[in-house]
């Protein structure tokens, strides 16, 4: 999708609130995306900026090409309406940051930033405006989100005071001259026009060759006399005006890049699986467990071949998928190189214990090809949640295992 500036704002004046890494618009985004009852319908409530190459400005994007107006141009009822929807979504948005850093997560103070801005909040709220030009479709855009107000370097804001400045000396009037005629003395007046001309001429002459050496240097001449003179940086000025294009057409590819990179971002979030919630594990609900879940990680180990040599492989991370029921399958392979690879599954039953811990149960494993034995008897998982996102398991033979949801691809 396309996207669109809709301002560009100056740094003067301004200072950013918090880390860098707090303010990762898409980071932002994608949790909005993932929670739309903070910003509701406004999908676009947080402009993408992106600095220019000085450092001295910021351009503020947003996706599609809405025809956008900036909020003060539109009559008073509409900007009242749109201030206070702004407004609340804002304190939405910072209270549940402030509820994310009060858990310990670190998008807390992501959204925590997000929340702030300059004074008065109604100068940095752009609109997007529907193709029928009707009200209802209108969507408040925030630029200049997670920066605030930098008093000492706005003129007049910080007060300048003189401390222990010297008093002016006290006017004392200076005595009266007394005046003295004296008998006239005639003057002769010289004009020295004669000698000065010639400097001025001179003066203009040289201008006048500065001016035409500087235009014949880039490109400018007389109709008849293109080729003769010094036109020593005509190839030059084409040069550096196909420099230019080139440039444009990179910063082009690099922010169609960038905004790509923001909608894969998205789409990774969306992908994300239902959490393992605790009140359902402590409830031994295995219904929580169907999908497919990560046993362990790809790990090193060395295999003896038929040939009664050692060779290093590499263990796959294991796979269990589960049914609504707690009946499923769990998958090793071991993949040696080339064509040595083998495959081991087996059926598995889960329960929960007393203690409120998940095991499983694998009493039959068969592998691909038949010379394959599997070795980790017994064969039981028993696990213990450590978060949302998955539990610790411990298998047979004492080693530990991280069980995590695979996501949906």
Known sequence: MESRRIASTPLDGLKPFGRAAERDHAQLVAYLAAHPELAGDDPYLFA?????????LIDWYVPGGHRSVALEDLDATRQSAILERVTTQLSAIRQEGERLRGAGNPLGAALIAASETPTPLSRFVHVLLPDDGSAEGEIPVLVCWAYTDDAPRVAGVA???????PLPPPFVPEPAVELVSAPAV??????????????????AILLFTIAWLLLRACGVSWPGLENRGFLYCRAGVTTLAAEVERGRTLDDTLHQLELQLVRDRIACVASIPP????????????SILAGCWSLGRDTQTLVVNDTGKEERCTVRTGTICFAA??????????????KRFSICKAGIKARFTEAGALETEQPDVKCEPATITWHSNPNRLTCKRVDDGGALCRDGDNFEHEFRRKATP
């Open 48 to 56: 993408e900026p992106v600095p220019a190459r000085d450092g001295g």
């Open 159 to 165: 007060p300048q005071v003189m401390v222990g400045a």
């Open 186 to 203: 005639p003057v002769a007046v010289r004009s020295g026009f004669f000698w000065w001309w010639p400097l001025w001429l001179l003066l």
């Open 275 to 286: 959490p393992l919630p605790k009140d359902r594990w402590l409830g031994k609900d295995l």
């Open 325 to 338: 029921d707690g009946s499923g399958t769990r998958e090793q392979a071991t993949d040696c190189g080339g």
